[in-house]
Nanobody, 123 residues
Framework: QVQLVESGGGSVQAGGSLRLSCHAS????????MGWFRQAPGKEREFVAA????????YYPDSVKDRFTISKDYADNTMYLQMKNLKPEDTAVYYC????????????????WGQGTQVTVSS
């Protein structure tokens, strides 16, 4: 029933921008917390951004803060990750997920995941 489908990945040069989309089925967008994660080859999955059910609160780690922006559009049932000033270290597969926890800093409660979309940033 719950489906999350990422899109918008691609290859860009350092300093460029991309906008990732996560289309959510049904009422999934109203899950207490929605978020983005990424995983580079040989690395652990890394938290990127989180957003509250109403979209009014967001949370980012220092690695992407002031460069990435998470948002929702309920009309389109879609969560977005706007990425600017991309760096080679941003290269990874990006996943969207849904968490049952209302705490935006709680990384343990993500129950649903998409299949991921590849982002490649060249120097």
């Amino acid at each position: 029933q719950v489906q999350l489908v990422e899109s918008g990945g691609g290859s860009v040069q350092a300093g460029g921008s991309l906008r990732l989309s996560c289309h959510a089925s049904g009422r999934t967008l109203s899950t207490p917390t929605m978020g983005w994660f990424r995983q580079a080859p040989g690395k652990e999955r890394e938290f990127v951004a989180a957003i509250s059910a109403g979209g009014g609160n967001t949370y980012y780690p220092d690695s992407v803060k002031d460069r990435f922006t998470i948002s929702k559009d309920y009309a389109d049932n879609t969560m977005y990750l706007q990425m600017k000033n991309l760096k080679p270290e941003d290269t990874a597969v990006y996943y969207c997920g849904a968490s049952i926890s209302p705490r935006l800093d709680d990384m343990r409660r993500y129950s649903y995941w998409g299949q991921g979309t590849q982002v490649t940033v060249s120097s």
